[in-house]
């Protein structure tokens, strides 16, 4: 990624994300030492993006990252971290200007690093202006201590906004095959004023792996169970076409997106360091357009 980043966001495609490692505030029974061989294996592996957060462990999460990456030559991958929640005031959101400046030089401790590669706003606070928000972030830019600027969690009207004067590089949302309102609601934007565009649940938490069945439908109730069926049908087509490429389901599915090019780059998680493995091996397939197509076509009703 050179210091422009509107002109190279297509520059990293495969990151893995890192709510799992250290995240002992948000999943129960994760142990450091996974978190620490999740890192291990992603940056020998070809993974060129960590992504991570404060509020993966509150800081451990960075922590974990910023004492693997020490052995590892720090050009050779990107960071990308988010803050918002304020540990002095109860994790309330904030994205004032000296919250945010103050923000980004803890990341950078926890980190052990000179710089961060994407910062971005996690959450929008109520009341701070998002472009003033987005200002500070780019006095950090043009000081070196970070190389891009990104929000996340943000609706159209505000990334709009926090860009008044396009200084927004990035942008994190929800989006996956089985939620793809950001096609149309955000891209159209983010593609006209050259905003990189970064999945997160890009697995579906796991659904799209394909390693549930239709008993599991009651562990995923934000969908009809007609939107469940449609789902483990269009699995089926994807397992098929997986075969093609000896691949599995999940490889197949985050070469569907490392191939989509209104996609940035794709940070599946991992709970532990085998999934990181298998997950990079979709670096090496080489979907067709009818197989891209097909995927598409499968699940367009979402
Ligand atoms: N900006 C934000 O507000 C925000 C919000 C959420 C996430 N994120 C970021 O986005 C990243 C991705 O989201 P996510 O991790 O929540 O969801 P995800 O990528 O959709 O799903 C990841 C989960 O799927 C399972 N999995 C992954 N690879 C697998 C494999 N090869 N075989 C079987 N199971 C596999 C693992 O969970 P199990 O083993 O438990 O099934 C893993 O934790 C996060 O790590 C985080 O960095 C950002």
Redesign the pocket.
Known sequence: MSHNQKESSKAVKLG?????VGGHNLFEGLKDEDGFDIVREALDSQVQMI???YM?GLGRSEEIIGEVIKNYSRSSFKIAT?AAQDPDNDLKINNTPTFLKKAVDDALARLQTDYIDIF?I??PDENTPKDEAVAALNDLKKSGKIRAVGV??FSLEQIKEANKNGQVDYV???Y?LVHREAENKLWPYLQENHIGFVP???????L??G?YSLADADKFDQFTKEQFETIVSALKLVEKIAENHNA?I??TILAWYIANPSISAV??????AS?VT??VTTLNIDLTETEYQQIDTAFENF
């Open positions: 893995i994300g890192t709510n799992k992504d991570t957060a993966y988010k971005y996690h959450f996340s969690n994190e949302d929800a996956s997160y649940f890009p697995l579906a938490s796991g799209l792996t390693k599995s999940s490889q940070i599946p998680g991992a709970r532990n999934q298998n997950n």
